[in-house]
């Protein structure tokens, strides 16, 4: 593979939801030729002014500097899988998180696939090497994992499998980067990698705060989003700590890793979230946000990282 967006190539997005319809705006923006396949054709339909909105939601926020019509003009919406992949330098997959359709989407993009193409896998949790064992072409697949929305978070995981060919992670990263993505590369595989498994750890201390009433939802919420989110929206957890102390981080694990430990070592067993639990913290959600309302307070989440991120560009 030799993928860069000032040559441009032929991508493929398979899966067209909310992540694969992110996917195909982060790649038109910088250049690419983009076919889009998704097996439902309610999602075909649809996707045209979904990709509408939010690129002009992009432009709006100044994080497109062409307009939307010149960027969706380069994606191209396709009905079998076969015509999405068949000419793609690079395959990206988003389909539905369900391990077995993964195997089974794999197989069909390892079988329509060209010769010289890569295939990254937007899986949240699964190891590529769970589902990418058995295929033909399994040294060119890898995870390849954004965080959503992709076309305004740019974090990208990129996880190869045991049998990955080691250039195509220095190419991936190369390529993410020369896209508008900032790429962090894992050493090895891990379930989850590394961004679910720290949001993990926070949800789960996040649920047993909940379940044992020392706050409400609520607050919990607030504690992130007031307090800890506005340092981490520049920084994270290791530089958040070495400026947490005079003389940085050897001297905070000096006066906190033993509150830390302590604090870890009252969480022994780890347990399902409880469905009682779970059922209280949907009431409370429910009753501040009904469903109906989920699509436009997803549009405010975007619309304030747009915001978030354009300023944060204005002070490099």
């Given at each position: 593979m030799n993928i860069m967006p000032e040559n441009s190539k032929n991508i493929a997005i398979v899966g067209a939801g909310?992540?694969?319809a992110g996917w195909a705006m982060v790649f038109a923006r910088a250049g690419q030729q983009v076919k889009v396949y998704d097996a439902s054709e309610t999602i075909r339909r649809g996707l045209p002014e979904h990709l509408g909105t939010s690129l002009e939601a992009l432009h709006r926020h100044g994080l497109v500097t062409e307009t939307p019509a010149a960027i969706t003009a380069r994606i191209q919406i396709v009905e079998t899988l076969p015509q999405a992949v068949a000419d793609a330098d690079y395959i990206q997959e988003s389909v539905f998180e369900q391990l077995e359709l993964k195997k089974a989407i794999s197989a069909e993009i390892d079988q329509a696939m060209a010769p010289q193409a890569v295939v990254g896998s937007s899986t949240s949790g699964f190891s590529g090497s769970s589902f990418m064992a058995d295929l033909t072409r399994r040294t060119q697949f890898l995870v390849v994992h954004p965080?959503?929305?992709?076309?305004?978070?740019?974090?990208v995981e990129i996880v190869p499998t045991p049998w990955t060919k080691p250039?195509?992670?220095?190419?991936?990263?190369?390529?993410?980067?020369?896209?508008?993505?900032v790429p962090v590369?894992?050493?090895?595989?891990?379930?989850?990698?590394?961004?679910?498994?720290?949001?993990?750890?926070l949800l789960d201390e996040a649920w047993k705060l909940f379940e044992e009433?020392?706050?409400?939802?609520?607050?919990?919420?607030?504690?992130?989003?007031?307090?800890?989110?506005?340092?981490?929206?520049?920084?994270?957890?290791?530089?958040?700590?070495?400026?947490?102390?005079?003389l940085g981080i050897e001297d905070y694990a000096q006066r906190f890793s033993g509150m830390y430990q302590r604090l870890a070592s009252l969480r022994h067993e780890t347990a399902a979230w409880s469905k009682e639990t779970i059922d209280r913290a949907t009431?409370?959600?429910?009753?501040?946000?009904?469903?109906a309302a989920l699509t436009a307070r997803r549009q405010w989440r975007d619309e304030r990282l747009m915001?978030?991120?354009a300023h944060k560009k204005q002070q490099v």
């Open positions: 909310l992540v694969g965080v959503n929305p992709p076309q305004v978070i740019p974090v250039q195509i992670v220095d190419e991936m990263r190369s390529f993410m980067q020369a896209v508008g993505q590369v894992l050493n090895k595989e891990i379930d989850g990698f590394i961004l679910n498994r720290l949001q993990g750890a009433g020392y706050a409400s939802a609520a607050d919990i919420d607030a504690t992130v989003s007031e307090g800890l989110g506005l340092r981490w929206a520049f920084m994270g957890p290791f530089e958040t700590i070495d400026l947490n102390a005079p009431a409370e959600c429910r009753s501040a946000l009904p469903v915001a978030l991120i």
